[in-house]
């Protein structure tokens, strides 16, 4: 079982995705979870749906863009917005 929450892992997530371009998820997972031994193995399940669960909290963040099934980590993308969404009203 993981110790890492999904809130904390996506916090995690955003901080690796680059401000106005497409970042692999992938990349994403690989850079967030590199220094976690406890998410080394990220085909147990449990370690996947973990950080399935962290890519859609990420996802539901309105200055986040995704393309594509983000549970497809090889394919899909995510990026940041160029400026934050919010501030546009």
Known sequence: MSIISDAELAKRMLQNLPVGSRRKIAMIVSLATRDL?????????????????????????????????????????MARAPFPIQQLK
């Open 37 to 77: 031994p406890d998410l080394e193995n990220l085909e147990n399940s449990t370690n996947c749906a973990v950080v399935n669960s962290a890519l859609d909290l990420l996802a539901e963040n309105p200055d986040i863009q995704s393309f594509g099934n983000i549970h497809n980590w090889r394919y899909a993308e």
